[in-house]
């Protein structure tokens, strides 16, 4: 797939200043955001930079939502990275793991009722999971990334990451501490989803 730089410039924030990017698919259906630190490619003598592949949650990443653990992973992220000075947070515009936000606030009903969040998406004929790493590996790519230590529990990023051909060097755990709230939806993802979680 044929990725386009749409935009470059700078991103001052409570974690340090990013170069932020706005890449698009060639056919215009899928876009992310990149936020990077420093300069790292797999050239540099950092040979396999620090990588954080973030999926959109509104309501996680702007309200601060009890729901899930977003606002938190993506805040931790941002800090790792900032104070590193090196460093991508990838941010796919992939709400809801893929279904959007709509459907994912109807999910969230349907969790009220007792389902929890991999039933809900069943219930309203979505996979648990939707989400796609293509545009996210074209990307590192483009940045000059073919090696990344990846910041995550999920193995579909890694498998996802591996099948487009960027190597793995290393897993970063990145894992918030549940609270009441969360401690479900991260058993869920635990058992349902495999996240590589300790602390449920
Ligand atoms: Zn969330």
Known sequence: MKTTKVAETSLPTAFGTFRI???????????????????PTTC?????????????????DVFGSGRCDCGDQLDFALKTIGERGSGILIYQLQEGRGIGLMNKLQAYELQDSGHDTVEAN??????????N???CAEVLRQL???RVRLMSNNPRKFE????????????????????ERTENYLK?????????LEMV
């Open 44 to 60: 540099a003598e950092d040979d396999a930079p620090l990588v954080r592949i973030h999926s959109q949650c509104l309501t996680g």
């Open 144 to 146: 000059g990334v073919s």
């Open 160 to 179: 996802a990451l591996l099948a487009a051909g960027i190597q793995v060097a290393e897993r970063v755990p990145i894992e918030i501490a549940p609270s």
């Open 133 to 135: 790493y293509t545009l």
């Open 188 to 196: 869920t993802k635990k058992a349902k989803l495999g996240h590589m």
């Open 21 to 39: 990017f706005g890449f698009e698919s060639e056919d215009k259906t899928d876009s992310l955001l990149a936020l990077v630190m420093g300069t």
């Open 122 to 131: 069943h219930h309203l004929g979505f996979e648990a999971d939707h989400r």
